[in-house]
């Protein structure tokens, strides 16, 4: 496939069609085409939106199988969860690849992320808007346990990012305290 361009996300769409049919129509777009998707939705952003709005996306990136380039590009034949050994783990080399491909799809969601930071900001909400971005886990790439087991990956499964940016704040900081994603609802709604 050709590399994908970051101007893709202001080509137009409309997610009213999928919105209108509920919960139903956006869960079946995680199979889809995750790029795509958040190009979507960073068009769906959009000023003159009754204010305030919540504007939410599940987005599968980076997720395997590992597709993207930093550039956008797609590998013809990624890889995915396997192959796999009879035990269930990754063979060596398998696991070095994969966790290569992750590095560099984690390189083109970046590029994705900041591309919807850019809709907020043409769009004038960024500085008043509450952005959340986070993950739900992260990935184990050990050849000798398997990718979501606690034997060993719990540095790289447990302990994900997040970024929560508040309305008006100009100055970032970082706290490594521990946080459980039982918490971003009611911090969420402090702010």
Same mark, same amino acid.
């Given at each position: 496939?050709?590399?994908?361009?970051?101007?893709?996300?202001?080509?137009?769409?409309?997610?009213?069609?999928?919105?209108?049919?509920?919960?139903?129509?956006?869960?079946?777009?995680? =199979?889809?085409?995750?790029?795509?998707? $958040? +190009? /979507?939705?960073?068009?769906?952003?959009?000023?003159?939106?009754? !204010?305030?709005? %919540?504007?939410?996306?599940?987005?599968?990136?980076?997720?395997?199988?590992?597709?993207?380039?930093?550039?956008?590009?797609?590998?013809?034949?990624?890889? =995915?969860?396997?192959?796999?050994?009879? $035990? +269930? /783990?990754?063979?060596?080399?398998?696991?070095?690849?994969?966790? !290569?491909?992750? %590095?560099?799809?984690?390189?083109?969601?970046?590029?994705?992320?900041?591309?919807?930071?850019?809709?907020?900001?043409?769009?004038?909400?960024?500085?008043?808007?509450?952005?959340?971005?986070?993950?739900?886990?992260?990935?184990?790439?050990?050849?000798?346990?398997?990718?979501?087991?606690?034997?060993?990956?719990?540095?790289?499964?447990?302990?994900?990012?997040?970024?929560?940016?508040?309305?008006?704040?100009?100055?970032?900081?970082?706290?490594?305290?521990?946080?459980?994603?039982?918490?971003?609802?009611?911090?969420?709604?402090?702010?």
């Amino acid at each position: 496939d050709a590399p994908a361009d970051p101007a893709f996300l202001d080509n137009g769409g409309d997610v009213a069609s999928a919105a209108s049919k509920g919960p139903t129509a956006l869960f079946a777009n995680l =199979g889809g085409d995750q790029v795509a998707r $958040a +190009g /979507t939705f960073a068009r769906s952003i959009n000023a003159g939106d009754r !204010q305030p709005t %919540l504007y939410f996306l599940h987005v599968l990136l980076p997720h395997s199988p590992y597709r993207y380039l930093p550039d956008g590009g797609v590998y013809g034949n990624p890889i =995915g969860r396997g192959p796999q050994t009879k $035990a +269930g /783990t990754w063979p060596e080399g398998v696991q070095q690849v994969n966790e !290569q491909r992750m %590095l560099m799809q984690l390189a083109w969601t970046d590029k994705v992320l900041g591309t919807v930071i850019d809709r907020l900001k043409r769009q004038g909400l960024y500085d008043k808007s509450l952005v959340v971005m986070t993950a739900d886990h992260g990935a184990g790439f050990s050849p000798a346990v398997r990718g979501r087991d606690l034997d060993g990956n719990e540095p790289t499964l447990m302990w994900v990012p997040m970024f929560l940016k508040a309305p008006g704040q100009t100055k970032g900081r970082v706290d490594d305290r521990n946080w459980e994603h039982v918490d971003l609802l009611p911090t969420l709604a402090d702010y």
